[in-house]
């Protein structure tokens, strides 16, 4: 089973830049889509009835604002959104899908760089999302989790690690509450396949970021301990364009 996560930046933007041909072509069996900037009375009848895909769209209540997408070829039992406490769901950025052999989070993590009041909100988020999925693991459930992470877990995932150490998506808080996360039975997945690889999937547009492949490893899969034997692979797919972000996957024995 192929898995796919991509941080779009706007779905009508990328797909006047390819996006259905590219998932034709690639056929993932399931896409989780992050950043949508859009609800479905916005979209092209090309982005709600691609050839042989299912889709589910989680929207913003304020318009053009994150929100997050699934496009899925086989059904799951379930599809829900949002976090266990409601201050973290009008903004879209959680779809959750229950499959027999997982439960698989596609995930927009907030980001913190506005004010100390928004990195807060990342903070709190981060802790309810590791809450409700803990929970799941307790009942015996593997957990895969997709999506913007908005963080860079070490030097090694990013370009500048020195000059971006009091920026938020480096900060020691953020990069403490990973190293949590994974201590608490959780595997970041390309680690785990490519421990030590330099490879990024977000690239500023300023200062031509992307061609001098100045960027940052923010975008993830995770997956918790007890899914471990269903991992195949995990890739990062730069040579991917149409979004500041790129493609990521991790490919399952399902």
Known sequence: MKLYSW?????????KKGFTDWVIETQPDVLGLQEVKADESQLSDGLLNLEGY???????????????????????????????????????????????EFTFYNIYFPN????????????????????????LVAQGKRVIVCGDVNTAHREIDLKNPK??????????????????????GYI?????????????????YRFNARANNAGWRIDYFFA????????????????????DHCPVSLTLSV
């Open 188 to 204: 970041d997945t390309y680690r785990y396949f490519h421990p030590d690889t330099v490879k990024y999937s977000w690239w500023s």
């Open 163 to 184: 000059s971006n150490a009091k920026r938020s998506g480096f900060l020691p808080m953020e990069r403490e509450w990973m190293d949590k996360f994974f201590e608490e």
């Open 224 to 243: 918790s301990e007890n899914a471990a034997d269903l991992l195949v692979d995990a890739a990062i797919h730069n040579e991917v364009t149409g979004s």
């Open 54 to 100: 299912k889709s589910f769209f989680h929207s913003a209540e304020r318009k053009g604002y994150s929100g997050t997408a699934v496009y899925y070829k086989r059904e799951p039992l379930s599809i829900t959104t949002g976090l266990s406490d409601p201050q973290f769901n009008s903004e879209g950025r959680t779809i959750i899908m229950e499959y027999p």
């Open 7 to 15: 941080n779009v930046n706007g779905i009508r933007a990328v797909e």
């Open 112 to 135: 913190g760089q506005k004010d100390e009041e928004r990195l807060q909100f990342k903070m709190d988020f981060y802790e309810c999302f590791l809450k409700d999925v803990n929970a």
